[in-house]
T-cell receptor, first 114, second 115 residues
Framework: DAGITQSPRHKVTETGTPVTLRCHQTENHRYMYWYRQDPGHGLRLIHYSYGVKDTDKGEVSDGYSVSRSKTEDFLLTLESATSSQTSVYFC?????????????FGEGSWLTVV | QQQVKQSPQSLIVQKGGISIINCAYENTAFDYFPWYQQFPGKGPALLIAIRPDVSEKKEGRFTISFNKSAKQFSLHIMDSQPGDSATYFCAAGPWDGGSNYKLTFGKGTLLTVNP
């Protein structure tokens, strides 16, 4: 357990509205990630961060933006939510220990866009 | 797009049987291959991982086999139990990825172990 808290855990929103998902970690991990999980697609990387104010795009970044102003917080924003963004969103952090690299996942945020 | 191809998409085995999930990767620079286990309603969690300096790693009933020349690796679950029923993801990436570390995940395998 890497002390990852996602909020909200469940949200229903209307098409066209902005939505922000928050990820908070307590382990001071440098790397943080946002994934989405959809049936038949597995886990797909949206954006990731390798430090405060340092972010980069993943494979499915269109329609999403991120911000990281503090080590512990990584925000994912859907600028104008669409039905195709209905998904489960997972935040993750990377623990780079000598014994191995471990990506820890949060419990997920279920987002429904109606 | 560097892919990791995972098969089968779903798998049903009887209690006590062997579950086998296979993955293939493309990028020869990948040298770290973890497997994640996900129960319904939860986030994925690291199950077992291997580096290509060994061809096999075993932890309890779970074994990773690795074939570097074929760029393939697999997860074997011996004596499968109903509690092993979950979605399993393979992943691949660099052991030391500099400032852009990320893993590429397979699409997942839904394992059901019948009692």
């Amino acid at each position: 357990d890497a002390g990852i808290t996602q909020s909200p855990r469940h949200k229903v929103t209307e098409t066209g509205t902005p939505v922000t998902l928050r990820c908070h970690q307590t382990e001071n991990h440098r790397y943080m990630y946002w994934y989405r999980q959809d049936p038949g697609h597995g886990l797909r990387l949206i954006h990731y961060s390798y430090g405060v104010k340092d972010t980069d795009k993943g494979e499915v970044s269109d329609g999403y933006s991120v911000s990281r102003s503090k080590t512990e917080d990584f925000l994912l924003t859907l600028e104008s939510a669409t039905s195709s963004q209905t998904s489960v969103y997972f935040c993750a952090t990377l623990d780079r220990a000598l014994s191995g690299n471990t990506i820890y996942f949060g419990e997920g945020s279920w987002l429904t866009v109606v | 797009q560097q892919q990791v191809k995972q098969s089968p998409q779903s798998l049903i085995v009887q209690k006590g049987g062997i579950s086998i999930i296979n993955c293939a990767y493309e990028n020869t620079a990948f040298d770290y291959f973890p497997w994640y286990q996900q129960f319904p309603g939860k986030g994925p969690a690291l199950l077992i991982a291997i580096r290509p300096d060994v061809s096999e790693k075993k932890e309890g009933r779970f074994t990773i086999s690795f074939n570097k020349s074929a760029k393939q690796f697999s997860l074997h679950i011996m004596d499968s139990q109903p509690g092993d029923s979950a979605t399993y993801f393979c992943a691949a990436g660099p052991w030391d990825g500099g400032s852009n570390y990320k893993l590429t995940f397979g699409k997942g395998t839904l394992l059901t172990v019948n009692p």
